[in-house]
């Protein structure tokens, strides 16, 4: 317990209050069931009637999508737990075992919600738009004929059934494939089998335009053409099953070679143990049963789905050409003023950034214009020395991995800290890390034991007779595609101190030391939990100093029981605390002794809401961080995060301008009760997002917009 808590339970103990446990279990929600809570809120934006159809068909997909790596991570991860015979408890008192079954309920409640909007809401109406998603069945004879067609032109050639019998074991289902489970009858000799089809939706597409504007799912193009894939047997039954398999590994710290160690786990990962199978609702008895037997799962891990699998391709009617009365309007960046260039001429960052301090808010400023046209300054830049880049998700098609090359080609020196262990993007990461060390660079991929998930670029330049720090320090990847997408801050800056400390954190990333500490920053896993519940500490202290007091946060998730300890311990000094959690909350607010000076909001929308802002205002201090970590035990204690201190007052203003629009959302915006439920505010009359870019427009440098073409938003676990 800290001195503050002491002081508090002291007071209390003097009026004559029973102190509460800060730790007592009934202060904490469970995470994963939290996580569940935040996808719900994803499906509940196809209930928004302010949402246009198209919009809501791209969040159908994203729930599937989201549930699908939670499955493959969470769930897998709580599996190994009970297999392991750990029978520890998290802050919410619940044991693994019990963690599972509280999601299989969960789970099973809002996958039924999910199947009826998409069956009974969004498929009708986009029927009335003109956009028919039918099953053959459903089909008349011309359509039939097109999709016949279909079948034996492109489909036919791409599948291969496999039977089971003597000599024939079940087949390996690969992770996420769907397919069809066949029980066929030899009617010579009554022998029964079973076989399988996989939907080769990998190389085709889900959904088959037969028609103007009528699309028939792949698998049900199979399922009316079985008899051409076991000709002269009887199709007794079929209907459609679908794997999640664990998908995350563990690579020893004692790797010889990280690169290969990553390399090999990746290639098991198609092998995990199964975590989920989904079946068709209406699947025969008999074959539901050998499906759980060949693949060894347990009855809770049978998830019965009512209607289509896989709504996850979904995302492919979302691009249908036209119907752009469907979709919300695209939006273009803008480029600030600091980042303009004439025609024909090259921005002058850098002297920009010694002017002062910049801020970009992506996507609202664009991030080729902005971090890029950085990147691109310093590589063309004779006086420029080196550049150094952490990489924790970046793109196939990134234009900052050539940009290094090039500076590398040019003779200077680039140090790239590669993150081998980002999940999911492990493979593309991989091949860049190659790329750049054929050019020349410096690539490092991490300390073992840690991920590096901090976002930070320094720039060395020749100035004088010294050199002179550009640095970039972000709460989101440096990855184009997603900065279009993700809600998320940059800060450019020249500051001494600051560069300095990001100078010194990748030459411990690349060499073998450890700083006692730094100068402004505060950094994981050695330094930044402390920081932070150093700031909340001394805001406590400003509010018995009969100071206005106030602590504001904005964050993907809040997990980590020391920070919501001090919390709590603010709150019942009187401090007032606004949260703005988008994903995982464990913090219970609004307990009467505990948390009632604490709100926590949600929002949920066009962008992804991703972007760390932490906040503490004591009488005329104002204290603002930003960077990459959440209040999380793996953020905190597994990774290398950074959060760096926002002095600039305008910027302040900016950010504080942000956060106060976050939590008068009441248009995607959800509040979290004592009882663990999320309220929807449905006042309408307030949009963040729609209110940051109009911000945008009005500082946006003359007529000049970032052009590239908009992208389907993503809302990720």
């Not at 004559?16 to 939290?34: H, I, K, Q, V």
């Not at 092998?271 to 609702?281: A, K, M």
């Not at 009969?546 to 311990?569: F, H, P, T, W």
């Not at 000076?597 to 204290?623: A, C, M, P, T």
Request: glycine content about 6%.
């Amino acid at each position: 317990m800290t001195d503050v808590a002491r002081e508090i339970t002291q007071d209390e103990a003097r009026e004559g209050a029973p102190p509460l446990p800060l730790d007592s279990t009934d202060l904490y929600f469970n995470r994963e069931l939290s996580w569940l809570d935040f996808n719900d809120r994803v499906l509940q934006l196809t209930e928004h009637e302010r949402m246009r159809l198209l919009e809501r068909v791209k969040f159908l997909s994203i729930y599937t999508t989201n549930l699908d790596e939670f499955f493959m991570v969470r769930v897998a991860g709580h599996h190994d737990q009970v297999d392991a015979g750990i029978e520890g408890r998290g802050p919410d008192g619940l044991t693994a075992q019990q963690t599972i079954d509280c999601i299989s309920e969960r789970v099973r409640e809002l996958d039924r919600h999910h199947a009826h909007q998409w069956e009974q809401v969004v498929r009708p109406a986009l029927a009335e738009e003109g956009i028919r998603v039918v099953t053959c069945e459903h089909c008349d004879e011309a359509e039939l004929r097109a999709a016949d067609r279909h079948f034996h032109d492109q489909i036919f050639p791409a599948l291969t059934p496999l039977a089971v019998g003597p000599g024939r074991p079940f087949p390996y289902i690969s992770n996420l494939s769907l397919s069809l489970a066949v029980w066929v009858r030899d009617p010579e000799t009554d022998v029964e089998t079973f076989a399988r089809v996989k939907v080769p939706k990998e190389v085709l597409p889900r959904f088959v335009e037969i028609g103007k504007g009528t699309f028939v799912p792949l698998e049900s193009i199979i399922a009316r053409n079985l008899d051409e894939l076991f000709p002269g047997m009887e199709v007794v039954t079929h209907d459609f099953f679908r794997v999640t398999r664990d998908a995350d590994f563990t690579v020893s710290d004692e790797a010889d070679d990280l690169l290969q160690a990553v390399e090999y786990e990746l290639r098991r990962r198609r092998f995990g143990e199964v975590v989920r199978l989904e079946v068709g609702s209406g699947m025969d008895e008999r074959l539901r049963s050998r499906l759980i037997d060949w693949l060894g799962v347990e009855e809770r891990q049978v998830y019965d789905v009512e209607g289509m699998l896989d709504l996850g391709d979904l995302m492919e009617l979302y691009g249908v050409d036209g119907h752009n009365d469907l979709r919300e309007p695209a939006w273009s960046p803008i480029t600030q003023e600091a980042f303009h260039a004439e025609e024909g001429e090259q921005a002058d960052v850098f002297g920009s950034m010694r002017q002062q301090d910049l801020l970009v808010h992506q996507p609202y400023d664009s991030f080729v214009t902005s971090v890029e046209r950085f990147v691109q300054q310093a590589v063309q830049d004779p006086d420029v020395l080196a550049i150094k880049l952490t990489v924790y998700r970046t793109s196939d098609d990134s234009n900052l991995m050539p940009a290094l090359i090039e500076a590398a080609e040019r003779g200077k020196q680039v140090v790239c800290l590669v993150e081998l262990k980002a999940r999911f993007d492990e493979r593309r990461n991989i091949s860049w890390a190659r790329v750049l060390e054929e050019s020349g660079a410096h690539v490092v991929h991490g300390l073992p034991g840690l991920k590096t998930h901090a976002k930070a670029l320094v720039v060395i330049r020749r100035e004088g007779d010294g050199v002179r720090h550009y640095a970039h320090i972000g709460t989101g990847n440096y990855n184009a595609k997603t900065a279009r997408l993700y809600e998320d801050f940059g800060l450019f800056t020249t500051d001494s101190d600051i560069t300095a400390d990001v100078a010194e954190i990748f030459n411990t990333l690349t060499g073998f030391s450890r700083p006692r500490h730094y100068r402004k920053v505060l950094v994981a896993p050695a330094h930044l939990r402390d920081g932070l519940l150093r700031e909340i500490a001394a805001t406590v202290e400003a509010h018995r100093d009969g100071k206005d007091a106030r602590i504001a946060m904005k964050m993907n998730s809040l997990v980590d029981q020391r920070c919501i300890e001090a919390l709590y311990e603010a709150s019942r000094a009187g401090v007032r605390i606004d949260l703005n959690v988008r994903g995982i909350c464990c913090l219970r607010p609004g307990v009467e002794g505990v948390s009632e000076n604490i709100r926590v909001v949600s929002v949920v929308g066009q962008f992804l809401e991703h972007s760390r802002i932490y906040s503490f205002h004591r009488g005329d201090e104002k204290r603002y961080w930003l960077g990459s970590a959440d209040l999380m035990p793996r953020n905190l204690d597994n990774r290398v995060e950074l959060l760096a201190p926002v002095e600039s007052p305008p910027l302040q203003r900016e950010l504080e301008d942000t956060l106060e629009r976050c939590f008068a959302d009441d248009t995607f915006a959800w509040e979290l009760r004592e009882d663990g439920t999320w309220r929807r505010r449905d006042g309408g009359e307030r949009s963040v997002h729609a209110e940051l870019r109009e911000r945008a427009l009005e500082r946006a440098a003359p007529a000049l917009t970032e052009r590239s073409p908009e992208s389907p938003a993503a809302v990720p676990s």
